[in-house]
């Protein structure tokens, strides 16, 4: 049995649609992190061009290897009209609770830009209250090319990060999953404790915290 020919998805329909409403800078908003166990949450703004090239520009968990989102991440920053990475801390994130601080990383970006956006696409199904019309799209980064943007830009900043930081704090295995909780990530905790990179009001299974001073020295 053959299967059906699917039409390819426009990645553009959000952005021309709201083009033609009059609306000129049209900002693609995501984030990166919330179920990790330690880093910041990080969010990502993009305003795209409409003569933008939408080739290889998807959910960043779709390009297989951090060298390729790099690439793209790199022709994202050369070409778009405005673009700004944001984080909420650990301490941020258990202050605000992990939406709450996604929600501001988000804003963040929204208040970078300047002009301001005039209208805001949303990766997922909710937002906070925002002064700036905006809409949610479920599943974003698979059919909007600013929100797929955003998505690429915030993950190789993360993911940078926590590269980083797994040099400076190893017992957790962040060189792989960045902050992800994996079994990895648990026994180092079990091990050597809380970091003070993780996220005090997320599940942990341990109330040891790390006496282990980080590699170089580094205090955070």
């Given at each position: 049995?053959?299967?059906?020919?699917?039409?390819?998805?426009?990645?553009?329909?959000?952005?021309?649609?709201?083009?033609?409403?009059?609306?000129?800078?049209?900002?693609?908003?995501?984030?990166?992190?919330?179920?990790?166990?330690?880093?910041?949450?990080?969010?990502?703004?993009?305003?795209?061009?409409?003569?933008?090239?939408?080739?290889?520009?998807?959910?960043?968990?779709?390009?297989?290897?951090?060298?390729?989102?790099?690439?793209?991440?790199?022709?994202?920053?050369?070409?778009a009209v405005f673009y700004?990475?944001?984080?909420?801390?650990?301490?941020?994130?258990?202050?605000?609770?992990?939406?709450?601080?996604?929600?501001?990383?988000?804003?963040?970006?929204?208040?970078?830009?300047?002009?301001?956006?005039?209208?805001?696409?949303?990766?997922?199904?909710?937002?906070?209250?925002?002064?700036?019309?905006?809409?949610?799209?479920?599943?974003?980064?698979?059919?909007?090319?600013?929100?797929?943007?955003?998505?690429?830009?915030?993950?190789?900043?993360?993911?940078?990060?926590?590269?980083?930081?797994?040099?400076?704090?190893?017992?957790?295995?962040?060189?792989?999953?960045?902050?992800?909780?994996?079994?990895?990530?648990?026994?180092?905790?079990?091990?050597?404790?809380?970091?003070?990179?993780?996220?005090?009001?997320?599940?942990?299974?341990?109330?040891?915290?790390?006496?282990?001073?980080?590699?170089?020295?580094?205090?955070?």
């Open positions: 049995m053959k299967k059906k020919n699917s039409m390819p998805i426009d990645m553009l329909h959000f952005e021309q649609q709201l083009w033609k409403q009059g609306f000129s800078r049209v900002m693609g908003l995501d984030e990166v992190g919330r179920g990790c166990l330690a880093g910041p949450v990080v969010a990502a703004g993009v305003i795209l061009p409409d003569d933008f090239n939408c080739a290889g520009i998807t959910d960043s968990k779709q390009i297989p290897t951090h060298a390729l989102r790099c690439q793209v991440a790199e022709r994202i920053r050369k070409e700004a990475v944001k984080e909420c801390s650990p301490q941020e994130i258990d202050t605000h609770n992990i939406l709450q601080a996604s929600f501001l990383a988000m804003q963040k970006c929204v208040e970078a830009a300047d002009p301001t956006p005039d209208f805001l696409l949303v990766d997922g199904n909710r937002f906070t209250a925002s002064l700036i019309p905006y809409e949610c799209v479920v599943k974003g980064d698979t059919r909007s090319a600013s929100i797929a943007a955003a998505s690429i830009l915030a993950k190789v900043y993360r993911d940078e990060l926590m590269y980083s930081m797994h040099q400076l704090y190893p017992w957790y295995g962040w060189d792989t999953n960045v902050g992800y909780p994996t079994r990895t990530h648990y026994a180092g905790l079990e091990a050597c404790g809380i970091s003070p990179l993780h996220r005090r009001s997320f599940r942990l299974r341990t109330d040891k915290v790390l006496t282990t001073a980080p590699r170089n020295g580094y205090e955070s």
